[in-house]
């Protein structure tokens, strides 16, 4: 297990393929995926090829990706956060899931300020972007709270959302 980040609460680290089990329940909760275009797994092993195919190659590609978001205090793990390279647009993509229970707690704000500030330091990314449901404003209010601005509006996979950009040129 590769951490990458340690913030005041949490850890932020690579998924392995044991976590399929975690990636599984955290997409098979309608709320969670209520804004986002990506379909629930249909079992472990539909689990066990996203981090195959999508999450885990986004480490050796481009050194950074989708990380899984653990609780220092007790181990357990969150949700999801990290920047992925967009291949189809050629941009750096912030995104973040994380189980209902741990929502309105900042667990989203502090992972996501670590991820916007890795990409930009660590990685010397000059420009990322956050994409979210014109309807998910807590995700809209994370986005704003770390700094990020307002760019456009657009659509994805037919649902209205807002884009939001870190410039640092």
């Known amino acids: 297990m590769k951490i990458i980040l340690e913030t005041k609460r949490l850890r932020l680290r690579e998924f392995t393929l044991s976590d399929a089990q975690l990636i599984y329940d955290l997409n098979d909760d309608p709320e969670v995926i209520k804004y986002v275009a990506d379909p629930a797994c249909k079992d472990v092993a539909a689990a066990a090829e996203v981090l195959q195919t999508i999450i885990l190659p986004q480490y050796a590609k481009y050194n950074m990706g989708r990380w899984a978001v653990e609780l220092k205090e007790t181990g357990a793990c969150i949700g999801w ?89």
């Open 81 to 169: 956060c990290g920047i992925k390279f967009l291949e189809d647009k050629g941009e750096y993509d912030l995104g973040y899931r994380y189980f209902r229970k741990h929502w309105r707690k900042g667990y989203g704000f502090e992972a996501a300020a670590a991820s916007l500030e890795f990409g930009h330091t660590n990685r010397m990314l000059k420009k990322i972007m956050a994409c979210a449901s014109k309807e998910n404003l807590g995700s809209i209010r994370v986005l704003e709270k770390i700094g990020m601005k307002f760019h456009a509006s657009g659509f994805d996979h037919g649902d209205a959302i807002s884009i939001y950009l870190s410039d640092r040129s």
